[in-house]
């Protein structure tokens, strides 16, 4: 075991895995946090807590990541590379290993310009496959990426992101190459719309005898809406939302949408279950953490095994 | 300033700029050797395959040079006519060597105050062919 | 080339104001190149300057004057002669030779009339893009000679992020192209993608203290 997470031994056991996902609250509203969490206990293995997302600024990720620990869930601590350099990136992966985080998911982040503080400085000290490779650095050798030796390793599951989709559509595979090469342990995909782009990735992924050495959990979101839909579509950058999906969920009675968005979900995570090369899925219901007891039981992934 | 460019050259002033720097001006006058040292020096030259308009020594003579004799008693086609000489043909790098110690860039520099001071300078704005 | 652009009239009137006679000193350099701080400019915000002071009643006087580099202490001796005779100085070079020139004349106040904003080239008369960061350690040998440092909006060295659109444009401008969709286009095209199939470690930045260069040859004259 590299780390001893949970979400490590139902992967390394062979179960398929089941993660979710957190935003933190604009705010220090702990209960928030806590309410979001009580939907999920018991019906994952482990859930992201996110960091800044779209760089709005949030309760810091680590601390939801103490919150989850506490309501029973693993957090999956997620760090991006736009607001903190290298000193502050090893110093907090040191504090929130001790405090007993035990995944990490190394980010690049959203560009500031989308949040609410657009004329920030970005950091971007490192990248995140550069982030990925301390994080290992720390684990594997017990250095700090200047060399000195650490007082304490943290034995941290690594994560990293990929994204199947956009130019060039060719060079993504070869990302996640480098990604599996600078110490990556897991995977989690952006949103996956488009089936058959996402097919020929992981394809591609086999061919290159990466899904060997790397866990691919691929990322499922159910759409709310039509209007969601679309928003993602045309304003997402990076998303690809085929028109499919939006004339499906237009093809509906209005209130039977979001049922039919549950639907294409979990039609996705059964097409994931058979497909060679993923090793699980991750839920990322925006802003409907109450539905994932409910979507988690039509994708058949309950009860969640006990490793 | 503006409608300078209109105005007859004053060729006073230029005379009195010529005087301030008279020394070095004879200088380069009578003892420049015209012995082309200076001319593999710049690497403007040697990138223009040794077109002698190029040479350090024949930028300072045919401009400078040329204002001294005449004692600042030009007009505004002779200013026009010597930017090219010292814009254009000199980008002031220092690099250039005069074993008797003429400090070339220098009395360009010095040329092009002459310029500016009549409203003689570069159109960076598309004006200027050369450019 | 380093390009500046004028710094709104009323920031620079603020500047200048209560000062009786001020030398607004233009660069015969990079400024007039991008049409920011040569002779022109100098005489425009001169004519500006005292209009905008002459509505409020404020007497400016204000003289202009041109050296053909504020960088180097080679171009001064004319600004030398005149620069005491003056309350302030205006400068319309970029910061550097604003720096230059206020070392210089240590007793007298020096402004920036101009914003210094990037390291760029002339796309066309009046139209120029960023295209260095002088980062210190230059990696255009591996990216295809495109600057990721410069031109990726978060300066990524293992590039593309997730966020590039699906028409190759980056995520924080639909109409600007993703740094690492133009790198990896110009590499595959001449054959050299596994330049960019090894992971690039973390970078050491030159950021940490005032940078200061001898070229070799010259070692020996200022270091010994
Ligand atoms: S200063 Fe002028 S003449 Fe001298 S080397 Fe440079 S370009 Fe040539
Ligand atoms: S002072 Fe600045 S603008 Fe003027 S030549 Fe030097 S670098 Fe260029
Ligand atoms: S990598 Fe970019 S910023 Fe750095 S020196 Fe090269 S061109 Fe300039
Ligand atoms: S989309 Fe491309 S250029 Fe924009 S931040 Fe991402 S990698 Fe950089």
């Known amino acids: 075991m590299k780390s001893g997470s949970n979400l490590e031994k139902i992967l390394t056991a062979g179960h398929f895995a089941f993660t979710g996902e957190v935003g933190p609250p604009r705010g220090a509203n702990v209960e928030a946090v806590r309410e979001k969490a009580k939907h999920l206990k018991g019906m994952v293995d482990m859930a992201n807590m996110t960091d800044n997302q779209t760089a709005m600024v949030r309760m810091s990720s680590w601390a939801g990541s103490l919150i989850l620990l506490d309501e029973g869930i693993e957090p999956n601590y997620q760090m991006v590379c736009r607001d903190r350099n290298r000193i502050a990136m090893q110093s907090d992966i040191l504090g929130a290993y001790a405090h007993g985080i035990r995944n990490i998911l190394c980010l690049s982040g959203d560009h500031q310009q989308f949040g609410d503080h657009p004329k920030s400085k970005g950091v971007y000290d490192v990248d995140s496959i550069q982030l990925i490779s301390i994080v290992k650095k720390m684990r594997d050798e017990g250095t700090f990426l200047g060399g000195d030796e650490l ?157 | ?21 008279e020394p070095e001006m004879k200088r380069v006058l009578n003892y420049c050797l015209r012995c082309s040292i200076c001319a593999e020096s710049c690497f403007l030259y040697m990138a223009h395959d040794g077109d002698p308009q190029y040479m350090p020594s024949y930028k300072v003579i045919n401009s400078l040079g040329k204002l001294y004799k005449k004692k600042g008693n030009v007009d505004r086609e002779f200013l026009e006519g010597i930017k090219g000489l010292v814009w254009r043909n000199c980008v002031l790098c220092h690099r250039c060597y005069c074993p008797i110690g003429i400090d070339i860039p220098r009395m360009i520099d010095f040329t092009r105050s002459i310029c500016r001071s009549e409203g003689v300078y570069p159109e960076q704005d598309g004006g200027e062919s050369w450019l | 080339m380093i390009i500046a652009e004028r710094k709104p009239l009323d920031e620079i009137k603020d500047m200048v104001r209560g ?206």
Not at chain 1, 231 to 248: A, C, L, Q, S, W
Not at chain 3, 90 to 104: D, K, N, T, W, Y
Not at chain 3, 182 to 206: C, S, V
């Open chain 3, 19 to 224: 000062y009786k006679r001020v030398l607004n000193v233009g660069c015969g350099g990079c400024t007039s190149i991008c049409l920011a701080g040569g002779q022109k400019e100098v005489n425009t915000l001169n004519a500006d300057l005292k209009k905008a002071l002459g509505a409020e009643d404020v007497h400016l006087e204000i003289d202009g004057f041109v050296i053909e580099r504020q960088c180097n202490y080679d171009f001064f001796e004319a600004l030398d002669e005149k620069a005491g005779n003056y309350d302030a100085i205006l400068s319309m070079a970029c910061g550097v030779g604003v720096q230059f020139v206020a070392e210089r004349y240590p007793e007298t106040p020096v402004f920036p009339a101009l914003n210094t904003v990037f390291c760029g080239a002339d796309r066309d008369i009046g139209w120029f893009e960023e295209s260095c960061r002088t980062c210190g350690e230059c990696v255009l040998a591996e990216t295809g000679g495109i600057c990721p440092v410069t031109r990726c909006a978060k300066g990524l060295f293992n590039g593309p992020c997730g966020g590039t659109r699906l028409d190759g444009t980056c995520e924080v401008d639909k109409d600007t192209p993703c740094a690492w969709y133009e790198i990896y286009k110009r590499l595959k095209a001449q054959g050299r993608l596994e330049n960019i199939l090894k992971i690039k470690p973390p970078r050491q930045w030159e950021n940490q203290t005032r940078r200061s260069l001898v070229q070799e040859d010259y070692k020996q004259r200022y270091i010994g």
């Open chain 1, 151 to 307: 007082n304490g390793v943290p034995k941290m599951f690594i994560g990293a992101a990929a994204n199947p989709f956009g130019e060039p559509v060719e060079w993504r595979v070869h990302r996640l190459a480098k990604k599996v090469a600078a110490g990556a342990d897991f995977i989690q995909t952006q949103c996956i719309f488009n089936m058959e782009r996402m097919r020929e990735w992981v394809h591609q992924a086999n061919d290159m005898g990466l899904t060997e050495k790397v866990y691919i959990l691929a990322g499922v979101t159910p759409m709310k809406s039509v209007g969601m839909a679309k928003y993602m579509k045309n304003n997402v950058p990076g998303m690809d939302v085929p028109d499919e999906i939006i004339k499906r969920l237009q093809g509906v009675e209005k209130k039977k949408v979001a049922d039919e968005g549950i639907k294409i979900a979990c039609e996705q995570i059964e097409e994931f279950k058979e497909m060679k090369g993923i090793a699980g899925v991750h839920l990322m219901p925006i802003e409907w953490e109450h539905r994932v007891p409910e979507i988690a039981e039509r994708a058949k992934m309950l009860p969640r095994p006990k490793v």
């Open chain 2, 1 to 21: 300033m503006p409608d300078q460019e209109k105005k007859p050259v004053d060729t006073a002033a230029i005379a009195s700029m010529l005087k301030k720097k």
